[in-house]
């Protein structure tokens, strides 16, 4: 090898020791890594959830209906992306944003990279905030933007020297993120709280915690307030009104008000659920109690601290301690205290996603240990680096079984399809010129037909592909996005008024399921095709939000359900 060869060699192993020294290019490629390989079954696959992800194409620009529910940036972003909404860019960006997000965090509550910190940001981007996020493929990366902006506003309202300046930047960001995705007010409100419980723990001088409590309301109330302006603004200018979805028309400093207890009871109601039941399952570990334990911990954890408060007998501090730890369930759900009506869905979970690891930040965050508690100190910091395992490895798991269902919902939903639309064109749907409308009743899951393993008996109920909501609108939507997405054949389909007549017909009601012969039907002037029969029942948002089976131990499912159906059959 010549000397100039040695030298490019040389050259390059320096850069590459140089790069790998930059603590957070090293962490956010480890981070993306890791998320690659945790959620490529859904980007290789191209797998979405049985809700809005099916429902919307690969091309997609936000418009009016994104405008009426206040998300007036949502639209930009998609320009700026040409309306481009497929895999697997979106997915790589979304979980980039998110990476990104997550270093920022941690930069505020760890001086250097450890094995806790890397394990705390697997768990988070393993969580099931961002897998149900990235199941809406055509929006993850509004999903991924509206975190990284709530991230980096919190970030400058810390970190910015300047108080106008850091007032400033917060306000801004905060609006942005708003204009994307509303729920990461939560995200916005945990970061400066559990910072603010860092300043109170420490024994800061108080300049330093009345500077951030300014700075923290001051960014919060002028964020919303500039945030609402635009929306005004932009209704105004493109002439449309606030939709009535979750309640985003009432919105008004006089109804958040008179609703804040409402809000603030069902906050706590949603993190109580969210941790200590099995109904949203993030973690595999869960149906065992886990996360009641995690949370139980760091609730010791934080009393702990706060007793060392106590004995410091600085009462201003005591009290907004106190307050500071009774808000933090409340802070995850900051949304709820501004609009008690909204639907809480996983997807919103961001914030709740991010408490475990905030907390363990900050609870590391006080590092000096004196000498004659060095081993205890190892047995805690050992039983902290277990249990963050603890987190990924369930974490990691439940999200295969959740992509796993996905993927097999997605196979029977298909095999249905295609027989189906064999079946349309030998009734001879295609034979005239002009094709009547077709009406589909029912849905796939219910069929008995459609195969459910434990992977999707258990799975969230977002990723339980074929589970599809029964009311006229969305069946009409979710069997056109079928056919367009799964089975791609052109039919012409009904109006939702159409659908709400077919529903009302006793001869629907009469007809056979799917495969039986008779299942198609011409009634009227539409073609009826019949899944299943409880296209009728209205099933609540509690319902749809509940999953198939119980408890999942150490490979033991409870296949009840499953069973019952069929005996059934």
Sequence with gaps: MSAMENALV?????EQKYF???????????LLGFAVVVYFPLISQKLTNTMDGLWTNTFYVANVWEVSIGRWLWPLADVLRFGVQTDPINSLLTLSLITLSFIMIRKLFAEKDSLLTYLLGMGFVASAS?????????????????LLLSAAAAYCVIRTENNIKAVAFGTVLLAMSLGLYQANLGCFCLILLAYFLLLLFQKVDSKLVHMHIARSLCSA?????????????????TGLQMSEYNGAAEVSALNILKRLPEGIARAYQVFGVYFFQNQYRNNILQAVGF???????????????FWLVIRSRNWEYVLLSAAALIALPAACNAMLLITSETLWHLQMAGAMDLFIPLCVLLLNSFGGVRSENQKKSKLVRGVVIVLAGLIVYGNVY???IDQEAMSEGRKSLTVMADRIADDLIDFGYFDEEEQLPVVFVGRPSSNPTFLMREYYLYANTYAQMGRFWNSADVGRQVWKSVFQNITPI????????RYQEVYAESETEQMPLYPREGYIRRIGNVVVVKVSDDY???????????????????????NSFYEKRQSKE
Excluded: N
Excluded at 20 to 30: L, Q
Excluded at 135 to 142: N, Q, T, V, W
């Design 10 to 14: 040389q050259q390059k192993e320096a």
């Design 20 to 30: 790998w020294k930059d603590p957070d290019k090293k962490y956010f490629c480890i």
């Design 130 to 146: 961002v897998s149900v996020q990235l199941s809406y493929r055509f929006m993850s990366p509004i999903f991924g933007l509206a």
């Design 221 to 237: 109330a002028a964020g919303m307030i500039l945030y609402y302006l635009i929306l005004k603004l932009v209704l105004l200018v």
């Design 291 to 305: 996360f009641a334990v995690i949370v139980l911990l760091i609730g010791l954890g934080l009393l702990r601290r």
């Design 398 to 400: 439940m999200r295969a």
């Design 490 to 497: 052109h039919f012409t389909y009904g109006g939702t008024d």
């Design 536 to 558: 009728k029942g209205e099933a609540g948002d509690s319902e749809e939000e509940t999953p198939l089976s119980g408890l999942f131990t150490l490979g033991q499912v409870d």
